[in-house]
């Protein structure tokens, strides 16, 4: 279980209460299902715009001036 301590401001009159939430396993697992397609997307964008920056150095330093 996840403890996540929610605030309440000074003017509520239960100041000092801290409550508890937790994450169910169905939250969680679109939650994982979420940051781990966001990292798989993020590294083949990446890694396409590497590969284009790379290619066209590369396409620059072959052409022989005339």
């Known amino acids: 279980m996840i403890e996540l301590p929610l605030f309440v ?3 509520a ?3 000092n209460l ?3 939430a937790y994450i169910d396993p169905g939250s ?3 939650l994982l299902q979420f940051l781990i ?3 798989v997307g993020a590294a083949f964008y990446f ?3 590497i ?3 790379i290619q066209s150095i590369r396409n620059k330093l072959q052409r022989k001036p005339k």
Do not use: D, M, Q
């Open 37 to 39: 397609a966001t990292l």
């Open 51 to 53: 590969a284009n920056i």
């Open 13 to 15: 009159p239960l100041s």
């Open 18 to 20: 801290i409550v508890f």
């Open 28 to 30: 969680g697992s679109i």
């Open 9 to 11: 401001t000074k003017e």
């Open 47 to 49: 890694r396409r715009l």
